[in-house]
């Protein structure tokens, strides 16, 4: 049947079980807008107040539950506020495929209005990008976009499509899923992707298993890798029947428990001492979907040089990109542990883990009479949310504070900027997570700085009647950047005072949410309740000491276990 480009675009979203779009429409993409009015059974869309609130939302869906985020924007200024969104998705293999419109043929190329070259700007920041100029090969784009999204190592998409093919007519077939590699045009076009992860070899399966064989003080890292690959469970079986301490990255969070007792807590610039000083001594290291970033390895040079380092990981091109290592394996993680898993004994290593869980997994940070501290409010979170509750942070302390203080449970619990350090993103993912995951309680943990970045999304928390809690951790600065100030640069406190407005539960009022001001833990936990019990979202403002840190600390650049502070 013929139907129009915006129809075909509209018709493969439903082959690919979209059910959500976030977006912001504009002039180049009116003509898909005209066509959603006629699907409004089949699509919820959820009008955000920025296209990059669009972005972190669609991210923030994906992650919290495992399918493909989509979103729409306009030409120019829309398209490339998606660009912070989707370095994010990117840098933490997020899958989302955002759709945008750009100018009409005969305007391509003359710095028409609101013309930019969306493609040649996002190339480096995703899998694979496209430009549509024929309708006729806008359906196999589509799909093709999906695949890859959603396929390997997961990550962003962006397709462009010209206005002028979002009017034209095509023919159009529905197809499944499942018979997209079959499909004459379209498998040729797939054939150019491995959609399917590499197979693990078999031989560094049993050679692997032979070095755990001869290890006596074995080490995991469980990595981004295990949650996006849902390896949760087989991750747990494997640590366990290896006996083996596992350490946790800020993306691996959720990967295994935080409460099991295998866990040593987070590792890197601001890990627990168990597990830094773990990496260090151990003979065998075990690194799950981890790609050894900066904030890991800080000196790749000396990172567990005791060990013989393994790394397994879905991406070829991670592979003793940061770290040498002895030993790998290419692979989905849970293929490779399901592999692992029958090549091994149950194995014990009572005195190593003695040794290792000597040391604290966990900060002791002292509390303040009369004061509010980040664990009082932690803590409170914890003990008062459903166990399932899905927290979204920022990035800065108390991104920091949440996940040393939080135990993860699993998989798309923890929603966090982790490779790109947006701040400005959690409240976008919040209402990602919230519509995904609408029987799931959503918190959101922000910075007086990282909230202001993007707080305008409140209004769009407000009209849909998503009510998430925010927890807006308020010491009047930019806080790890201060926390720098005080240890490395001689206290020059440049720039980072937050000294100003506004008044956050006027600001949480004025958009119809509740507002609540609080400086002690008993105000606090009087404010979570009401938040708890109401119907809609809620701002809660808790004011914190200014040079509050977090702890530990090791410097950028430096050993892993030369802790700054303690």
């Known amino acids: 049947m013929q139907i129009t480009g915006a129809k075909i675009l509209l018709e493969c979203l439903k082959e690919q079980g979209v059910d959500v779009i976030f977006g912001y429409p504009g002039g180049t993409i009116l003509n898909v807008y005209d066509e959603l009015v006629n699907y409004a059974r089949d699509f919820r869309h959820i009008l955000t107040a920025h296209e990059q609130g669009a972005c972190h939302a669609a991210d923030g869906y994906a992650r919290a539950t495992g399918k493909v985020g989509v979103c729409f924007a306009t030409s120019g200024p829309g398209a490339t ?12 293999s997020s899958p989302i495929v955002c759709i945008t419109c750009n100018v009409s043929t005969p305007l391509l190329g003359k710095d028409s209005f609101q013309e930019v070259d969306i493609t040649g700007v996002t190339m480096p920041i995703t899998k694979c990008n496209y430009q549509v100029h024929d309708v006729n090969m806008l359906a196999d784009t589509v799909r093709e976009a999906f695949a890859i999204a959603r396929s390997g190592r997961p990550g962003p998409v962006l397709i462009d499509i010209l206005k002028n093919v979002t009017a034209e007519t095509a023919e159009y077939t529905p197809l499944e899923r499942s018979e997209h590699r079959q499909q004459g045009r379209l498998a040729r076009l797939m054939s ?6 590499p197979e693990p070899d078999m031989g560094d399966i049993r050679i692997l298993a032979d070095m755990i064989l001869a290890s006596e003080r074995p080490m995991l890292i469980c990595g981004g890798g295990v949650v996006r690959s849902r390896a949760h469970e087989i991750f747990r079986t494997v640590a366990h029947r290896i006996d083996a301490p596992v350490a946790v990255t800020v993306m691996g969070a959720g990967g295994i428990s935080g409460t099991d007792p295998l866990c040593t807590g987070m590792i890197g610039m601001h890990g627990s001492q168990a597990s830094n000083v773990a990496v260090d001594r151990c003979d065998l290291l075990i690194a799950v979907g981890c790609r050894f970033s900066d904030r890991v390895a800080l000196k790749p040079s000396t990172f567990a040089q005791n060990a013989k380092i393994v790394q397994i990981d879905i991406d070829r091109a991670e592979i003793n990109k940061n770290v040498e290592t002895d030993h790998h394996i290419v692979g989905d993680a849970r293929r490779v542990l399901e592999l692992l898993n029958d090549c091994l004994p149950l194995l014990h290593h009572e005195d190593w883990k003695a040794e290792v869980f000597s040391r604290p997994t966990e900060v002791q940070y002292d509390e303040h009479e009369g004061s509010l501290t980040p664990k009082q409010i932690l803590s409170t979170i914890a003990r008062l949310c459903p166990s399932d509750t899905i927290v979204s942070t920022d990035v800065g302390q108390h991104q920091m504070w949440a996940i040393q203080n939080f135990h993860f449970d ?5 929603l966090t900027s982790g490779g790109f350090g947006t701040m400005g993103f959690s409240l976008g993912a919040s209402i990602g997570a919230a519509v995904g995951q609408p029987e799931k309680r959503v918190v959101h943990i ?23 809690i925010t927890v807006l951790f308020n010491n009047g600065t930019l806080g790890m950047v201060r926390q720098w100030q005080h240890l490395i640069y001689h206290e020059h406190y440049s720039q980072t005072t ?61 050993h892993i276990t030369d802790f700054m502070i303690n």
């Open 81 to 92: 506020n998606l660009v912070t969104g989707i370095a994010t998705a990117y840098l933490d």
């Open 446 to 468: 922000t910075g007086d700085g990282g909230f202001r970045m993007n707080c305008n999304e409140l209004a769009t928390e407000q009209y849909y009647r998503l009510p998430i």
């Open 410 to 414: 699993y998989p798309g619990q923890l």
């Open 192 to 197: 150019r992707w491995d959609f399917k992860p």
């Open 498 to 558: 937050l000294d100003r407005g506004p008044d956050f539960v006027k600001l949480a009022e004025a958009y119809g949410l509740n507002g609540f001001h609080v400086t002690d833990v008993n105000e606090f936990e009087a404010a979570l309740k009401a938040a708890l019990a109401s119907d809609r979202g809620s701002v809660i403002d808790c004011v914190i000491d200014i040079d509050e840190m977090v702890r530990p600390m090791v410097g950028g650049g430096s």
